[in-house]
Nanobody, 118 residues
Framework: QVQLVESGGGLVQAGGSLRLSCAAS????????MGWYRQAPGKEREFVAS????????TYADSVKGRFTVSRDNAKNTVYLQMNTLKPKGTATYYC???????????WGQGTRVTVSS
């Protein structure tokens, strides 16, 4: 079983930056692809970014390309999401996920709230 705990959310003005962290425990972190989704109030959860287990290959939603950067430190069992030039539509709860590269079973954190004021 993998446990994921997000942190780093908060209130920021439009144009500002935040760095989210997701600490994983319970299993071999390096065998999981990791990433982030977000869910705005009244909307469906949407993909934001992901990073493969090796830490090289990344994927981003078009809406965040060039502004967000996903990274991971397998030694610290942590994945990060650096968010720059934040926009009000980025207001959402951000969820960390981990997907086992062998079984495709996924795990989710409880989420961290990000509010971007205009």
């Amino acid at each position: 079983q993998v446990q994921l705990v997000e942190s780093g959310g908060g209130l920021v003005q439009a144009g500002g930056s935040l760095r989210l962290s997701c600490a994983a425990s319970g299993r071999t972190f390096s065998r999981y692809d990791m990433g982030w989704y977000r869910q705005a109030p009244g909307k469906e959860r949407e993909f934001v970014a992901s990073i493969r287990w090796g830490g090289v290959s990344t994927t981003y939603a078009d809406s965040v390309k060039g502004r967000f950067t996903v990274s991971r430190d397998n030694a610290k069992n942590t994945v990060y999401l650096q968010m720059n030039t934040l926009k009000p539509k980025g207001t959402a709860t951000y969820y960390c996920f981990a997907e086992n590269v062998s079984t495709s079973r996924d795990h989710w954190g409880q989420g961290t709230r990000v509010t971007v004021s205009s």
